[in-house]
């Protein structure tokens, strides 16, 4: 299986070196999964969502109801699929590196696809297939099938139950969009605004333009006078201030940034492609001067909720469906709140009413507190005693230590 993925073979890589295989835009740039990310909006975009998942810790957790219809938590560490998802997918990546490539690859394009190597009916391997080397098709009874191609110009078969497959939104059901297909317009005005002012750059910021004369030249005093002018005046030139005689005239043939509101129209394509990436524009370095403190937190938080969250949930249900087989009472969780969580401030205020302050009752043990902030615990029973608060007294028929 391993020398499988060694043969494989990117067709997007190819295309790349081809150069015209892609989405057109109105713009006239080809865009595809690799141009797409030469612009860095895009490929910053996509790297907040993939390494956002992949710092969460990935657990797997058993329920038990035998004791109370709400079920109690267990995190299966000695299980294999929990060794699998949280410490060694395969033997070249980290859990994080396994999981931010697979989020990347489908925030990116149409989905992420790993190869499954099922040994005594438990998954010992996830091999991720390279994008664009892959593609799914649905079969008259309603199955998937993944046709994955090598390098060799050969290609094999895979059925669903033999891959560990994650998409974003569909409309068909089975075949994810493309993220860079349905931004290319914005994303190839981007690629077309970077070019023109890398060529105003490279021109060391002096528009092309026409020199013009009155009268009738020769033409050996026309290529002399063009070399001349490209020495002095061209990007290398010593720049400076051009007299002209003999009824010339210079014509610019280039707007300049300021007319073509340059910085304006690139921070706009910028908010274009977070829109398009779901991602709030702080999240790619793209500052708001009426931004606050507080409000930037609580763009942090919008991030983790509403661009993160459904990736979390793919990711959740995706492992639980071909990882598990969506065994009852084991599912992953992807633990979101390291995240969420505030300042000292905020934590040790928090922390104080989980401890049962104020004589209400208490939904967390020193221990559990101590455990979630880094700490060791405290070989004492009182400290992994969930406090009943007011109740304690009651029970005990006493006020503060009298009868």
């Excluded at 005046?233 to 007319?259: E, Q, R």
């Excluded at 073509?260 to 908010?271: D, G, K, N, V």
């Excluded at 087989?325 to 905020?346: H, I, T, V, W, Y």
């Excluded at 902030?373 to 992994?384: C, M, Q, R, T």
Aim: glycine letters at 10%; charged letters at 25%; hydrophobic letters at 40%.
């Amino acid at each position: 299986m391993l020398g499988f993925l060694r043969k494989s073979t990117s067709i997007d890589a190819m295309s790349r070196l081809a150069g015209w295989i892609g989405w057109g835009s109105a713009s006239g740039a080809v865009v595809n999964e690799h141009t797409a990310l030469d612009v860095t909006a895009v490929f910053c975009g996509a790297r907040v969502i993939a390494e956002g998942l992949a710092q969460m810790p990935v657990r797997l957790i058993s329920e038990d109801f035998t004791k109370s219809y709400l079920g109690s938590l267990k995190i299966e560490r000695d299980h294999w699929a929990h060794k699998l998802l949280a410490v060694r997918p395969n033997s070249w990546q980290t859990s994080y590196e396994f999981r931010e490539g697979m989020i990347f690859n489908a925030v990116v394009g149409k989905g992420a696809i790993a190869i499954k190597n099922v040994v005594g009916g438990e998954v010992r391997e996830l091999l991720p297939v390279p994008a664009g080397s892959w593609s799914v098709e649905q079969m008259p009874d309603w199955s998937l099938r993944i046709r994955v191609d090598y390098s060799d110009k050969t290609h094999g078969f895979f059925d669903q139950s033999q891959v560990f497959y994650i998409r974003g939104p569909s409309l068909n059901g089975f075949d994810g969009l493309a993220a860079v297909r349905q931004a290319r317009e914005a994303i190839g005005l981007s690629i077309a605004l970077e070019k023109q002012q890398s060529k105003l750059a490279g021109n060391g910021g002096k528009p092309s333009g026409i020199l013009s004369f009155a009268g009738k030249l020769a033409p050996e005093t026309t290529a002399k006078l063009r070399d001349t002018w490209q020495q002095r005046y061209g990007p290398n030139g010593d720049g400076g201030i051009a007299v002209l005689d003999g009824d010339a005239k210079f014509h610019s043939m280039t707007m300049t940034s300021v007319d073509a509101q340059h910085l304006e129209t690139r921070r706009m394509q910028i908010e274009e492609i977070a829109r398009a990436l779901r991602v709030q524009p702080i999240m790619i370095m793209q500052a708001d001067k009426a931004a606050t403190y507080a409000s930037a937190e609580q763009m942090f938080r919008m991030h983790v909720i509403h661009t993160l969250g459904p990736w979390i949930e793919r990711f959740e249900q995706a492992a639980a469906r071909d990882i598990l087989g969506n065994a009852p009472g084991l599912k992953f969780d992807l633990d979101e709140r390291n995240l969420l969580r505030g300042d000292f401030k905020d934590q040790a205020e928090y922390y104080t009413k989980a401890l049962g302050a104020g004589g209400q009752a208490a939904w967390m043990s020193q221990n559990e507190i101590r455990s979630e902030v880094g700490l060791n615990p405290i070989d004492e029973d009182w400290a992994n005693t969930v406090s009943r608060g007011a109740m304690d007294q009651a029970a005990k028929g006493t006020d503060n230590g009298n009868p």
